[in-house]
């Protein structure tokens, strides 16, 4: 089911997150957190995605995260990624028991569909933002659903990676 009606599904399935004209929200995708190694693209953002971070708690922000907020096919541990950036994860945290954490799992992130190294902190294939009064949706998906490569055959793209 690729495409449309994969779509369609979503819409009618996702978790809902109601906002108005006075909400603030930001949506963030493809961090890409790894290990601090060489090979972890995010390493040298650490800083600014925490001053931002920050801010955006500190302002009442309700927090997204599209897909791939961690490289879980160049890492196999989510340990490793959690202790390389514990201050990030703690300000992850602190959005969700504020209730203002919502995550949608990507391709390369994909474990988090099953499991995810935080309690209670849920992962989503996709969410709907729905306004209070206009009552319009507005469907939050990492995007992978509708490339046959990256929602089917998955396995071997993160073989080759």
Aim: hydrophobic residues 35%.
């Amino acid at each position: 089911m690729i495409g449309s009606k994969k779509l369609d599904k979503l819409l009618a399935t996702s978790p809902k997150i109601y906002f108005d004209d006075n909400s603030k929200i930001i949506l963030m995708s493809d961090c890409h957190r790894g290990n601090g190694t060489w090979s972890d693209d995010f390493f040298k953002n650490r800083n600014i995605f925490k001053a931002a971070l920050n801010y955006y708690y500190n302002n009442n922000y309700i927090y997204i995260e599209l897909g791939d907020g961690d490289e879980l096919w160049e890492n196999k541990d989510m340990k490793d990624i959690v202790d390389e950036y514990p201050d990030l994860f703690q300000l992850l945290i602190k959005f969700h028991k504020a209730n203002r954490l919502y995550l949608i799992y990507g391709n390369h992130d994909r474990i988090k569909k099953k499991q995810f190294f935080f309690r209670d902190i849920n992962s989503y294939e996709g969410l709907v933002l729905r306004h209070l009064y206009r009552k319009r949706n507005i469907l939050l998906i990492h995007g992978h659903q509708t490339d046959f490569l990256n929602y089917r055959l998955w396995p071997i793209n993160q073989f080759l990676v």
